[in-house]
Antibody, heavy 117, light 112 residues
Framework: QMKLQESGPGQVKPSGTLSLTCTVS?????????WSWVRQPPGKGLEWIGE???????NYNPSLKGRVTISVDKSMNQFSLKLNSVTAADTAIYYC??????????WGQGTIVIVSS | DVVLTQTPLSSPVTLGQPASITCRSS???????????LSWLQQRPGQPPRLLIY???KRFSGVPDRFSGSGAGTEFTLKISRVEAEDVGVYYC?????????FGQGTKLEIK
């Protein structure tokens, strides 16, 4: 059974860059599906950040105004999120997710990132 | 962006009674392959979201049959036939047809 696990710093300074990695086990990032990042501010709803295909093709949420980069590392079986120029509004639980033919059917446990000096 | 509006935002339900959540979309979610890309997710307290229903009514693997989805075009419904204690949490509808993918605001299901 495929599992996803987020990792990365739990705190980032304002104006800095948030960097997270999602490690895939029991499956391959080279499979013909998309790999997404979703975030959830404390006590609030879900926001889709963007997705990457194994080819490196990406789609992003325009609300993030060009601050986001999602990439895939097939050798490590991982995909990553970089969000630059962060502010307190970027404080959230960040989830990686697999969007198979059935929808977003596998999610990581999530990792909390706090933007604070 | 496609706006998904859920009602109600809070739903107190007695154990064993039914519950229903509606999701209205600002745009059609029907793709030219004939499928409608509307899903329902459950988020239990302290847990990541979990896929319950995809393409309006298809129940995901392992989801109890007390959960069902219905609807068409721009109006969709999630029904729980008999609420159990483990169903407490927040329910989201989600569309994966138009970029950016979007979620409803969430409906909090709680036990009376």
């Amino acid at each position: 059974q495929m599992k996803l696990q987020e990792s990365g710093p739990g705190q980032v300074k304002p104006s800095g860059t948030l960097s997270l990695t999602c490690t895939v086990s029991g499956g391959s990032v080279s499979s013909s599906n998309w790999w997404s990042w979703v975030r959830q501010p404390p006590g609030k709803g879900l926001e889709w950040i963007g997705e990457v295909y194994h080819s490196g093709d990406t789609n992003y949420n325009p609300s993030l105004k060009g601050r986001v980069t999602i990439s895939v590392d097939k050798s490590m079986n991982q995909f990553s999120l970089k969000l630059n120029s962060v502010t307190a509004a970027d404080t959230a639980i960040y989830y990686c997710a697999y969007s198979g033919v059935d929808g977003f059917d596998i999610w990581g446990q999530g990792t909390i990132v706090i933007v604070s000096s | 962006d496609v706006v998904l509006t859920q009602t109600p935002l809070s739903s107190p339900v007695t154990l064993g009674q039914p519950a229903s959540i509606t999701c209205r979309s600002s745009q059609s979610l029907v793709y030219n392959d004939g499928n409608t890309y509307l899903s329902w997710l459950q988020q239990r307290p302290g847990q990541p979201p979990r896929l319950l229903i995809y393409r309006i009514f298809k129940r995901f693997s392992g989801v109890p049959d007390r959960f069902s989805g219905s609807g068409a075009g721009t109006e969709f419904t999630l029904k729980i036939s008999r609420v159990e204690a483990e169903d407490v949490g927040v329910y989201y509808c989600m569309q994966t047809l138009h970029f950016p993918y979007t979620f409803g605001q969430g409906t909090k299901l709680e036990i009376k």
